[in-house]
Every structure is written in structure tokens, then in C-alpha cells.
T-cell receptor
């Protein structure tokens, strides 16, 4: 089936550093979504990508939809303590009513 | 922006009782809503797709008689955990997809409901 492989699984960085995480799949996705989940909360949509090659920014966050449509990355620049959380990539399953498939998540920890 | 509200956020119940969790789309209509379960330090696992006016579609391995889903209106879906047991303790999250608009592929999530069964 369509699976998303997300890496790294976790990151522990110093405040101010840049962060990069990515998702890959053996299948093509037509949409890539990036969510952040704070502890005890539901995921919040950060960035949505709809076109291959698309590069989109949201404040200090930048995400790109890979040309092959099989990968996407999310960058966070100049990290701050409130960036702590779990970041998930997700994509609608093809021919499955847009049900989302989620990556395994990247747990980000920021040291002040 | 699109808002999905989930209630209750936390619930503790005794083994054998039933618990109902509500999911509401506050500013948009959602014919389709999704229910997820999340174990600690793991990703979201889709349990079922809730369809307004029809039966829910359950993922493989999810007991439909255990997790009752009712999507009574275009803005409300409920998940009832029947005869709850300690192994049902988990974080349950709903999501809704906007019926109309340019970005109908995006899903918006509720705040989640943490169920603890004693």
C-alpha cells in the first residue's frame, strides 16, 4: 500500500539551529501535507503542497513537493523552544476518498 | 480558518461502561469525518471513516460493534466506545474534510480526547 517513510524519527537541537526533515514514498502522491502536533493536542496543519516542485513558506517554515511526487521536505529555520513537538507528513491515498496516510513522525526537541 | 472541536478532551471511566466522544466542524460542513487512534509516541492510526447519512467504513482490524460511529449531521460525528476496557485507553482524534472550497484535500483535526479506562 501507500506508505510514507519519515526521517529522522527524532531530533534534539540547540535553539537557533535550522532543522530539516523529509518524507519519501514508493508511490506517487498528488498532495503533501505537513502537520505539527503538540503534546496532548490534535495535529495542526502547517503547510499544504499541491504541485510537484512547489516550494511554500509559512513564516520560518519552508516545505517543498518533490519533482518525482514521491518525496517532500520540511525545513524550520532559526528554531525556538515553541517549535518542540511532533511533525507529521501526510498525503491523501489515491483512489481512497482522500483518506490520509501519515508518516511516522519526527519528534523535535529544542534546547534553550 | 477551519475549526474542528472535539469533546470531551479527557475522560476517565470504569471498565464496562460506554463513552461517547463528539466531533464538530464549527465553521464548515463536512460530509466526511475521520476517527484516529494514537498510542504514545506513535503516529495516527485511522480507525474509521464517518459518512453523513450512511454507515461508517471501518479499517481492517477495528471492531465496528466496539467503536460505534454516528454521523447525524453535516457538522457532527460521534464515536462511542462500548463496554470499554483498559486496553481501549488511548488518545482519540477526529478530523474533518471541508465539503466546499478550493482546498478540499486538507484535513482539520480536533483537539483530541484522552480516554482512560480504569
Amino acid at each position: 500500500g501507500q506508505q510514507l517513510n519519515q526521517s529522522p524519527q527524532s531530533m534534539f537541537i540547540q535553539e537557533g539551529e535550522d532543522v530539516s526533515m523529509n518524507c519519501t514514498s514508493s508511490s506517487i502522491f498528488n498532495t503533501w501535507l505537513w502537520y505539527k502536533q503538540d503534546p496532548g493536542e490534535g495535529p495542526v496543519l502547517l503547510i499544504a503542497l499541491y504541485k510537484a516542485g512547489e516550494l511554500t513558506s509559512n513564516g520560518r517554515l519552508t516545505a517543498q513537493f518533490g519533482i518525482t511526487r514521491k518525496d517532500s521536505f520540511l525545513n524550520i529555520s532559526a528554531s525556538i523552544p515553541s517549535d518542540v513537538g511532533i511533525y507529521f507528513c501526510a498525503g491523501p491515498r489515491v483512489n481512497a476518498g482522500n483518506m490520509l496516510t501519515f508518516g511516522g513522525g519526527t519528534r523535535l526537541m529544542v534546547k534553550p | 480558518g477551519a475549526v474542528v472541536s472535539q469533546h470531551p478532551s479527557r475522560v476517565i471511566c470504569k471498565s464496562g461502561t460506554s463513552v461517547k466522544i463528539e466531533c464538530r466542524s464549527l465553521d464548515f460542513q463536512a460530509t466526511t469525518m475521520f476517527w484516529y487512534r494514537q498510542f504514545p509516541k506513535q503516529s495516527l492510526m485511522l480507525m474509521a471513516t464517518s459518512n453523513e447519512g450512511s454507515k461508517a467504513t471501518y479499517e481492517q482490524g477495528v471492531e465496528k460493534d466496539k467503536f460505534l460511529i454516528n454521523h447525524a449531521s453535516l457538522t457532527l460525528s460521534t464515536l462511542t466506545v462500548t463496554s470499554a476496557h483498559p486496553e481501549d485507553s488511548s488518545f482519540y482524534i477526529c478530523s474533518a474534510r471541508r465539503d466546499r472550497g478550493l482546498r478540499t484535500g486538507e484535513l482539520f483535526f480536533g483537539e483530541g480526547s484522552r480516554l482512560t479506562v480504569l
